[in-house]
């Protein structure tokens, strides 16, 4: 099982499929990293849609995403995109590391590479197709995140935990751990 990262309007841009635990890990350096930057509405929002794609709240292979149901909005395009880039060049940079679990820390090459890769498809995301249709954004969060947060990994919890307590290792005592599915 697994997922795809795309982007479908993007120039030549290439699916990426990726197992459960490179997704998983993907949005855990994310999650940290987001922390200390988002400010603005679309910002928290983007935070919040992070710690949702968590395989523990939504189920696994369904944390997949295309580039464009990202609530892109025309006005502010170029501020969001902008955002999500230096994001991303963060998580390369591991900003927010030391609040991963201790298995997560060391990073990998293949994590690496797929930052750059997804950094590669935001940055060459055409305005020219800002604003989309309604309907291709169906995972983005309607407002910022509302359920606080993780007391250990100082992430935005969602409805059922935290995105990071659920990648713990199980032997590890966390606060926030989701049901199982
Ligand atoms: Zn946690």
Do not use: K
């Amino acid at each position: 099982m697994g997922d795809t990262i795309s982007s479908r309007l993007g120039p030549g841009a290439p699916s990426l499929h990726l197992g459960n635990g490179a997704l998983s890990v993907f949005f855990d350096v994310l999650a940290v990293a987001v922390m200390p930057r988002a400010r603005t509405d679309w910002e928290l929002r983007l935070a919040r849609w992070i710690v949702e794609s968590d395989q523990l709240l939504l189920g696994l292979g369904t944390v997949g995403f295309d580039v464009s149901e990202l609530g892109w909005t025309a006005p502010d395009f170029e501020a969001q995109q902008r955002f999500l880039v230096a994001l991303l060049d963060a998580a390369l940079d591991r900003e927010g590391w030391e609040h991963l679990p201790p298995a997560l820390r060391q990073g990998s090459p293949r994590l690496t590479e797929l930052l750059w890769q997804v950094r590669d498809m935001v940055a060459r995301f055409p305005r020219e197709v800002v604003p989309l249709p309604e309907g291709d954004d169906f995972r983005w969060p309607c407002g910022p995140p509302e359920d606080g947060r993780c007391e250990l990994h100082q992430v935005y919890l969602h409805a059922t935990g935290c995105i990071l307590c659920n990648d713990s290792s199980l032997d590890e005592h966390v606060p926030h751990r989701s049901p199982t599915l």
